[in-house]
């Protein structure tokens, strides 16, 4: 993503446009895969969505989803994507058992809410039993990906689903059988690099797996045991005019791979973490992770062969998050934890602020010290409890959602519905907090979807367009 000076960052991020290099329009201007284009979370769309709504206030529609899930909207043309579950671990249907599992892809037209299909499928079974920790997301966290004439959706062992974007299937092609020895169950999303589908299946099989996006037919796979605790998605990072390298962050390490042929071309330790939540990100060719219970952070370049740690690392350190990714932005990485925001800056690792989010906007001074011992625990949010339809268990805590920019300001919403906006800079500047609902058992885990001055929020019951 190419830098920007804030005072020129609309016109800026429309040039911007014209020079990266993904797999289509689609994913150039558009939102067509988890957090946007090539992962990013940034909208190269000028277009600035509203920075202040309530549940009447610049909501263009809001719809009830069929079932609950923690994917994110994607945006293709008129059309918006979006998966979720039925028939089982559903507050609609709290004693039905798994047998009754269906994934669903729902269209909807962005314009009025009106859903135009949905498309259910039936499960692979045995699934995960919905409870514990792998109820805080359950069986629809995968966000599905398009090439602008079709959809590819991953529903972790029933495999990946091709469909037209009139609803017809095209393929169906398992990528594993396997499910997480942690109970946490997957939630990796597919890409797309030229005619390949790429998908994550940590869980299901420990690999990367490359489909044929006309077939389903396998073309590649790599194997190896560092992919049992993922659950991040993996980007592409132009590394010269010939070199296009696919990095993903495992435990302990990043790793970078040939997307051509799933050849691993270069690794790095470096992350203290035994799991790897998050994705990773980048801007110019440099490649950062924030990740672990410890803390772990590093800015990479990317390019060469072998173990690079002692030749490509820019920077390290010790800062710490979990679920959400972080979002680079004008030379600086913006990422939330437990009610807090962080901001680093990309070029030495330093950091700029560290502060509390407020619920009441009267609170929100600027902020450039540390926030307080219980800002950092996370003390006072509120937790959730299992049961069906989901956000419960141990951690709950934790925000699953991760922020995006959009027109120019930083867009982050809370698990429980609060829903900020925060201007970029040196301190931090929080513009508005906003609630589209009061509805408690209202489960906000999914990342908003940015175009066309819309912004698009779905929670564990509903979809809402947010626009002027």
């Given at each position: 993503?190419?830098?920007v000076?804030?005072?020129?960052?609309?016109?800026a991020?429309?040039?911007?446009a014209?020079?990266?290099?993904p797999?289509?329009?689609?994913?150039?201007?558009g939102?067509n895969?988890?957090?946007?284009?090539?992962?990013?979370g940034?909208?190269l769309?000028?277009?600035?969505p509203p920075?202040?709504?309530t549940?009447?206030?610049?909501?263009?529609?809001?719809?009830?989803?069929?079932?609950?899930?923690?994917?994110?909207?994607i945006i293709?043309?008129d059309?918006?994507?979006?998966?979720c579950?039925t028939?089982y671990?559903?507050?609609q249907?709290?004693?039905?058992?798994?047998?009754?599992?269906?994934?669903h892809l729902i269209?909807?037209?962005?314009?009025?809410?009106?859903t135009?299909?949905?498309?259910s499928?039936?499960?692979v079974?045995?699934?995960?039993?919905?409870?514990?920790m792998?109820?805080?997301h359950?069986?629809?966290s995968?966000?599905?990906?398009?090439?602008g004439?079709?959809?590819?959706?991953?529903?972790?062992?029933?495999?990946?689903?091709?469909?037209?974007?009139?609803?017809?299937?095209?393929?169906?092609q398992?990528?594993g059988d396997?499910?997480?020895s942690?109970?946490?169950?997957?939630s990796?999303?597919?890409?797309?690099?030229?005619?390949?589908v790429?998908?994550?299946?940590?869980?299901e099989?420990?690999?990367?797996?490359?489909?044929?996006?006309?077939?389903?037919?396998v073309?590649?796979e790599?194997?190896?045991?560092?992919?049992q605790?993922?659950?991040?998605?993996?980007?592409?990072?132009?590394?010269?005019?010939?070199r296009?390298?696919?990095?993903i962050?495992?435990?302990?390490?990043?790793?970078?791979?040939?997307?051509?042929?799933?050849?691993?071309?270069?690794?790095?330790?470096g992350?203290?973490?035994?799991t790897?939540?998050?994705?990773?990100?980048?801007n110019?060719?440099?490649?950062?992770?924030?990740?672990?219970r410890?803390?772990?952070?590093?800015?990479?370049?990317?390019?060469?062969?072998d173990d690079?740690?002692?030749?490509?690392?820019?920077?390290?350190?010790?800062?710490?998050?979990?679920?959400?990714?972080?979002?680079?932005?004008?030379?600086?990485?913006y990422?939330?934890?437990?009610g807090?925001?962080?901001?680093?800056?990309?070029?030495?690792?330093?950091?700029?602020?560290?502060?509390?989010l407020?619920?009441?906007?009267a609170?929100?001074a600027?902020?450039?010290?540390?926030?307080?011992?219980?800002?950092?625990?996370?003390?006072g949010?509120p937790r959730?409890r299992?049961?069906?339809?989901?956000?419960?268990?141990p951690?709950g805590?934790?925000?699953?959602?991760?922020?995006?920019i959009?027109?120019?300001?930083?867009y982050y919403?809370?698990?429980?519905g609060?829903m900020y906006v925060?201007?970029?800079?040196?301190?931090?500047?929080q513009?508005?907090?906003?609630?589209?609902?009061?509805?408690?058992?209202?489960?906000f885990?999914?990342?908003p979807?940015?175009?066309q001055?819309?912004?698009?929020?779905?929670?564990?019951k509903r979809?809402?367009?947010?626009?002027?």
């Open positions: 993503m190419l830098r000076n804030a005072a020129i960052s609309f016109l991020l429309a040039i911007a014209m020079f990266v290099a797999s289509s329009r689609a994913e150039t201007l939102w895969r988890f957090r946007g284009p090539n992962g990013s940034i909208s769309d000028p277009s600035p920075t202040s709504w549940s009447e206030k610049n909501v263009r529609w809001k719809i009830d989803l069929p079932g609950p899930g923690s994917s994110s909207p293709v043309g059309k918006l994507f979006v998966t579950w028939g671990g559903t507050s249907a709290p004693d039905a058992s798994m047998e009754a599992l269906r994934r269209c909807i037209d962005r314009s009025t809410g009106k135009l299909w949905d498309r499928v039936e499960a079974l045995p699934e995960d039993n919905y409870q514990g792998f109820a805080e359950g069986y629809a995968h966000t599905p990906t398009s090439d004439q079709n959809i590819y959706a991953f529903f972790g062992k029933t495999g990946v689903v091709a469909f037209d974007l009139e609803g017809k299937e095209l393929w169906r398992a990528v396997g499910l997480d942690r109970r946490w169950g997957s990796s999303s597919p890409i797309l690099y030229k005619d390949f790429i998908v994550t299946a940590s869980a099989k420990r690999a990367l797996v490359a489909l044929d996006k006309k077939t389903g037919k073309a590649w790599q194997k190896a045991d560092g992919f605790s993922v659950w991040g998605t993996p980007i592409l990072v132009k590394v010269d005019e010939s296009t390298d696919l990095v962050g495992v435990p302990f390490e990043l790793w970078g791979f040939d997307p051509t042929n799933g050849e691993l071309r270069w690794f790095c330790p992350l203290d973490t035994d790897f939540c998050s994705s990773v990100v980048s110019d060719s440099i490649v950062y992770a924030v990740e672990g410890s803390g772990g952070s590093i800015a990479l370049k990317v390019g060469g062969k690079i740690s002692k030749s490509n690392v820019v920077w390290s350190g010790r800062d710490r998050s979990r679920i959400g990714t972080p979002v680079i932005y004008q030379d600086k990485l990422y939330f934890n437990s807090v925001a962080n901001c680093i800056d990309a070029k030495t690792g330093k950091q700029v602020f560290e502060g509390r407020k619920k009441e906007l609170d929100a600027p902020s450039s010290g540390k926030a307080s011992a219980a800002s950092a625990s996370g003390e949010e959730r299992g049961g069906p339809g989901g956000g419960g268990g951690g805590g934790q925000d699953y959602s991760s922020p995006i959009a027109g120019g300001m930083i919403t809370s698990r429980s609060d925060i201007q970029p800079g040196d301190e931090l500047k513009v508005a907090v906003n609630r589209v609902s009061n509805d408690r058992d209202e489960d885990s999914s990342t979807a940015a175009s001055g819309q912004l698009f929020i779905r929670s564990s979809l809402y367009c947010i626009s002027n």
